[in-house]
Antibody, heavy 121, light 107 residues
Framework: EVQLLESGGGLVQPGGSLRLSCEVS????????MTWVRQAPGKGLEWVSS????????FYADSVQGRFIVSRDNSKNTLYLQMNSLRAEDTAVYYC??????????????WGQGTLVTVSS | DIQMTQSPSALSASLGDRVTITCQAS??????LNWYQQKPGKAPKLLIY???NLHTGVPSKFSGSGSGTVFTFTISSLQPEDTATYYC?????????FGGGTKVEIK
């Protein structure tokens, strides 16, 4: 059974930092790209970032480029999202998802349950 | 950026009705279009990939069609468990983009 479990969310002040983790099981993690998608309260889905299977290529939405860093540890079956210089508009539930191929250009076939990030003073 | 426009934004239909949602892309995206279902408080789930392919374990009452710029998603016979918000998403080009969602309710 494929499982993805996010952690690391919480309350942080504007300008602060937070690191999200996504631990996976049930598939060969190193064979697939991974992605982060977020959802602000009461809003739709927004793609945040994707990372190729071997970490060679990273992709970011303009809204987080230069502030967020995506990474993975294939030995630990874990995906990360380092979020710096956080803003109120980054407040959202953050989902990790498995991509169907080795890079960004596939479908998101399995999702985690999400972790809430709240940026507020 | 490729804009994805979903319509309607919400709909209310009776049990057993056939429901159709449209997603229009601002540029030709070939077949690179996926559909997701999200129930309140839950993570999205993949239903349809590459415009018309049913994801593993997804009931055949769900279907998708289209290519290029216009796509449709259909529920053949609406049931209470289909109450959810449905999103289209393109992966033809970066940034990856989602439609605004269609909230489906039972009348």
């Amino acid at each position: 059974e494929v499982q993805l479990l996010e952690s690391g969310g919480g309350l942080v002040q504007p300008g602060g930092s937070l690191r999200l983790s996504c631990e996976v099981s049930g598939f060969t993690f190193s064979n697939y790209a991974m992605t982060w998608v977020r959802q602000a309260p009461g809003k739709g889905l927004e793609w945040v970032s994707s990372l190729s299977h071997n970490s060679a290529r990273t992709f970011y939405a303009d809204s987080v480029q230069g502030r967020f860093i995506v990474s993975r540890d294939n030995s630990k079956n874990t995906l990360y999202l380092q979020m710096n210089s956080l803003r109120a508009e980054d407040t959202a539930v953050y989902y990790c998802a498995k991509v169907s191929v080795t890079s960004y250009n596939g479908y998101f076939d399995y999702w985690g349950q999400g972790t809430l990030v709240t940026v507020s003073s | 950026d490729i804009q994805m426009t979903q319509s309607p934004s919400a709909l209310s239909a009776s049990l057993g009705d056939r429901v159709t949602i449209t997603c229009q892309a601002s540029h030709d995206i070939s077949k690179y279009l996926n559909w997701y279902q999200q129930k309140p408080g839950k993570a999205p789930k993949l239903l349809i990939y590459d415009a018309s392919n049913l994801h593993t374990g997804v009931p055949s009452k769900f279907s998708g069609s289209g290519s290029g710029t216009v796509f449709t998603f259909t529920i053949s016979s609406l049931q209470p468990e289909d109450t959810a918000t449905y999103y289209c998403q393109q992966y033809d080009d970066l940034p990856l983009t989602f439609g605004g969602g269609t909230k489906v309710e039972i009348k």
